[in-house]
Nanobody, 123 residues
Framework: QVQLVESGGGLVQGGGSLRLSCAAS????????MGWLRQAAGTEREFVAA????????YYADSVKGRFTISRDNAKNTVYLQMNSLKPEDTAVYYC????????????????WGQGTQVTVSS
């Protein structure tokens, strides 16, 4: 089973950028759909973006379309989330997740989780 470790979170001003990384261990990384989800204080965890193992286009939550980009490097067992034009409402703990379902969206559709990394966007 794959294990996930996120990095790259931090504090940034509104309008700024951050890139999150998620390093995966395990030889079956390329078989997983890799995604990013986030959870703001007092709210439920929500889908942000994902990239299916089988190819096809990455897909995004409407709230981040045009600002965030997910990518993966199967040779490095790493998935990235480039976040541009950040807004205070993007403040949350961001989780990397892996799933075997095709195009998962709901948190329950992901099977493996990282520990999370805090992203804070100041106004």
């Amino acid at each position: 089973q794959v294990q996930l470790v996120e990095s790259g979170g931090g504090l940034v001003q509104g309008g700024g950028s951050l890139r999150l990384s998620c390093a995966a261990s395990g030889r079956t990384f390329s078989r997983y759909t890799m995604g990013w989800l986030r959870q703001a204080a007092g709210t439920e965890r929500e889908f942000v973006a994902a990239n299916s193992w089988g190819g096809g286009s990455p897909y995004y939550a409407d709230s981040v379309k045009g600002r965030f980009t997910i990518s993966r490097d199967n040779a490095k067992n790493t998935v990235y989330l480039q976040m541009n034009s950040l807004k205070p409402e993007d403040t949350a703990v961001y989780y990397c997740a892996a799933g075997t379902k095709f195009r998962p969206v709901h948190p329950t559709e992901f099977d493996v989780w990282g520990q999370g990394t805090q992203v804070t966007v100041s106004s």
